[in-house]
């Protein structure tokens, strides 16, 4: 089951912060964050594994509540390359490494 | 590094026809998917390869078949197009070798069928 993305979408100004919700209603063994902008292919942002543990982009801040079966993305003082579609990804057990993934959260920052 | 590469780019099919597009990775990765992705639906997986000689369906695979030609080369297939498989297709790899590692999408194939 697609997990669900929250907001929809979201505008700010340059310098702005924002959060990105991602709820699942399956227990969750990883979320892995993507960010894809217009006509172009998804890019790796994040991977936040069950116990903790984390992987990907210095500047990007996330959390993972495994309890809740969600994660969060953290965009602070937001630029404008930070425009684009948020993708989150949950990933199942086993080593298969099949993600199912959210309808997306369309971010858009102006000047 | 050419990553991941896809062909081709953009097609026009007419309804009934087949066609196969064609997914390439230079990076010895174990795993590859192929996604369609529709407005406001987010990337959805049409079917996947954990390893190499093996297959498996994801959440949209009726209308599709893949083939996973050798750890490089991983095809999907549309037998007979029909009008509701208009998408972009996204093929991606990851490394399996270590757990749970990011996916690394290709350009994307535009595909219309009329």
């Known amino acids: 089951q697609q997990p669900v993305q929250s907001p929809q979408a979201v505008i700010l100004r340059e310098g702005e912060d924002a959060v990105i919700n991602c709820s699942s209603s399956k227990a969750l063994y990883s979320v892995h964050w993507y960010r894809q902008k217009h006509g172009e292919a998804p890019v790796f942002l994040m991977i936040l594994l069950k116990g903790g543990e984390q992987k990907g982009h210095e500047k990007i801040s996330a959390s993972f509540n495994e309890k809740k079966q969600q994660s969060s993305l953290y965009l602070t003082a937001s630029q404008l390359s930070y425009s684009g579609t948020y993708f989150c990804?949950?990933?199942?057990?086993?080593?298969?490494?099949?993600?199912?993934f959210g309808q997306g959260t369309t971010l858009q920052v102006k000047p | 590094n050419a990553g991941v590469t896809q062909t081709p780019k953009f097609q026009v099919l007419k309804t009934g026809q087949s066609m196969t597009l064609q997914c390439a990775q230079d990076m010895n990765h174990n795993s590859m998917y192929w996604y369609r992705q529709d407005p406001g639906m987010g990337l959805r997986l049409i079917y996947y390869s954990a390893s190499e000689g093996t297959t498996d369906k994801g959440e949209v695979p009726n209308g599709y078949n893949v083939s996973r030609l050798n750890k490089r080369e991983f095809s999907l297939r549309l037998e007979s197009a029909a009008p509701s498989q208009t998408s972009v297709y996204f093929c991606?790899?990851?490394?399996?070798?270590?757990?749970?590692?990011?996916?690394?999408f290709g350009d994307g194939t535009r595909l219309s069928i009329l």
């Open positions: 990804g949950t990933g199942t057990a086993g080593n298969t490494g099949k993600l199912i």
């Open positions: 991606a790899s990851s490394d399996m070798g270590q757990p749970y590692q990011p996916q690394h």
